[in-house]
């Protein structure tokens, strides 16, 4: 007998959490996330998505024992704001038993038929800033800090289940030594005295606070037409500079602003912490807060994060003086290799930006979808 119950409480869902560490503690390519972070984003009266979302955390039991897990949402600024009428699931782990499956995704069914949603996709998070998307190809590779890993069964559980493939993303790496200088140094001063354009390099954290509301009110604007986006809102804004600018390098984020001061670009590479988090294993304490600074300077990998350019600007070469100041940063940290963070197949801007450095495609995620 499968047995579904709720976790509510903290140390409910700490297990919630835990589950995934003991599923994939032989898998040397899942990534640990913080324990703390997690808990985080799962608490009602810290995460300011529970404004406008709200989510339910189910445990599966076999015989006592836990056997998998996922997070009904409901985004309400989707729903009501965007027309979508969709329940969400994410943060899902199970052993490889559909029946285990099944019984979870009744959960989010009965989610989503009680407010009289049409649809169920996932795996998603509550927003655009958290994890998406099954992976589909390239089980064989490490994970990062911003991607969720599965074990390659979960795609035949959906496509059982009658599920098919909504968003696709790609994943992609090349090596610094493909960047040439030279390619950028030919038009980056053109375009900055055209558009009148200056890049803002910071050099501490303070500096890149300064900028980051600007930066999320472009971000929005930059991906508002893009099929998956919903928008930040300000006390998001707020939750996820906490969340994440601890984890940055100011040196890898630059900002492009034009001549009356409004920013019109901007671009935010994090180190790889992919081997301090295995090190730190969830817990920032005693040793895992130390992993994690050295790693912010001491890495040769870095993950391009985000990169978001104004409409008006868009295939304007804006990207030339960015990787001038990029070039030279990486070259002094001795960066190695670059990773792209997942993008969607559909967002053909940002693949075409990629094309100069060669990348090579590892992998493949996508969220499935299924009527109600």
Same mark, same amino acid.
């Given at each position: 007998?499968?047995?579904?119950?709720?976790?509510?409480?903290?140390?409910?869902?700490?297990?919630?959490?835990?589950?995934?560490?003991?599923?994939?503690?032989?898998?040397?390519?899942?990534?640990?996330?913080?324990?703390?972070?997690?808990?985080?984003?799962?608490?009602?009266?810290?995460?300011?998505?529970?404004?406008?979302?709200?989510?339910?955390?189910?445990?599966?039991?076999?015989?006592?024992?836990?056997?998998?897990?996922?997070?009904?949402?409901?985004?309400?600024?989707?729903?009501?704001?965007?027309?979508?009428?969709?329940?969400?699931?994410?943060?899902?782990?199970?052993?490889?038993?559909?029946?285990?499956?099944?019984?979870?995704?009744?959960?989010?069914?009965?989610?989503?038929?009680?407010?009289?949603?049409?649809?169920?996709?996932?795996?998603?998070?509550?927003?655009?800033?958290?994890?998406?998307?099954?992976?589909?190809?390239?089980?064989?590779?490490?994970?990062?800090? #911003?991607?969720?890993?599965?074990?390659?069964?979960?795609?035949?559980?959906?496509?059982?289940?009658?599920?098919?493939?909504?968003?696709?993303?790609?994943?992609?790496?090349?090596?610094?030594?493909?960047?040439?200088?030279?390619?950028?140094?030919?038009?980056?001063?053109?375009?900055?005295?055209?558009?009148?354009?200056?890049?803002?390099?910071?050099?501490?954290?303070?500096?890149?606070?300064?900028?980051?509301?600007?930066?999320?009110?472009?971000?929005?604007?930059?991906?508002?037409?893009?099929?998956?986006?919903?928008?930040?809102?300000?006390?998001?804004?707020?939750?996820?500079?906490?969340?994440?600018?601890?984890?940055?390098?100011?040196?890898?984020?630059?900002?492009?602003?034009?001549?009356?001061?409004?920013?019109?670009?901007?671009?935010?590479?994090?180190?790889?912490?992919?081997?301090?988090?295995?090190?730190?294993?969830?817990?920032?304490?005693?040793?895992?807060?130390?992993?994690?600074?050295?790693?912010?300077?001491?890495?040769?990998?870095?993950?391009?994060?985000?990169?978001?350019?104004?409409?008006?600007?868009?295939?304007?070469?804006?990207?030339?003086?960015?990787? #001038?100041?990029?070039?030279?940063?990486?070259?002094?940290?001795?960066?190695?290799?670059?990773?792209?963070?997942?993008?969607?197949?559909?967002?053909?801007?940002?693949?075409?930006?990629?094309?100069?450095?060669?990348?090579?495609?590892?992998?493949?995620?996508?969220?499935?979808?299924?009527?109600?």
């Amino acid at each position: 007998m499968i047995s579904i119950r709720e976790a509510k409480t903290k140390k409910e869902l700490k297990q919630f959490i835990l589950f995934s560490f003991d599923l994939y503690k032989d898998n040397p390519n899942w990534i640990p996330p913080l324990i703390q972070d997690e808990l985080v984003t799962f608490d009602k009266t810290q995460n300011p998505v529970f404004e406008n979302a709200e989510a339910y955390f189910y445990c599966a039991y076999k015989d006592e024992k836990m056997v998998g897990k996922v997070a009904a949402i409901i985004n309400w600024t989707e729903v009501n704001d965007l027309g979508k009428k969709k329940v969400r699931f994410g943060w899902f782990d199970v052993i490889d038993d559909i029946e285990v499956t099944k019984a979870l995704l009744e959960k989010v069914y009965e989610l989503g038929k009680k407010h009289n949603l049409e649809e169920v996709e996932g795996p998603m998070g509550f927003s655009n800033m958290d994890k998406v998307g099954l992976l589909t190809e390239g089980f064989e590779h490490i994970g990062t800090m #911003i991607t969720w890993y599965n074990n390659p069964y979960y795609v035949t559980h959906f496509e059982q289940l009658g599920y098919v493939k909504e968003k696709q993303f790609l994943e992609s790496v090349f090596p610094f030594a493909n960047v040439k200088l030279e390619v950028f140094e030919r038009t980056s001063d053109f375009i900055c005295k055209r558009y009148q354009l200056r890049v803002v390099n910071c050099k501490s954290t303070k500096e890149v606070l300064k900028y980051a509301d600007q930066m999320f009110d472009l971000f929005n604007e930059c991906y508002a037409k893009l099929s998956s986006f919903v928008p930040i809102s300000a006390a998001q804004k707020e939750f996820f500079k906490k969340k994440y600018m601890g984890m940055i390098n100011p040196e890898f984020i630059n900002f492009v602003f034009d001549a009356n001061d409004k920013m019109i670009a901007f671009s935010i590479i994090m180190p790889s912490l992919t081997e301090a988090l295995k090190k730190a294993n969830g817990r920032l304490f005693p040793f895992g807060w130390y992993h994690l600074w050295r790693a912010k300077t001491k890495t040769n990998s870095i993950l391009f994060y985000l990169i978001g350019i104004h409409p008006d600007y868009q295939n304007k070469g804006v990207t030339a003086p960015m990787f #001038i100041e990029y070039f030279n940063a990486f070259k002094r940290f001795g960066i190695e290799t670059c990773i792209r963070t997942p993008e969607l197949d559909e967002n053909n801007a940002i693949h075409n930006l990629w094309k100069t450095f060669d990348p090579v495609i590892h992998k493949r995620r996508c969220t499935y979808i299924k009527k109600l």
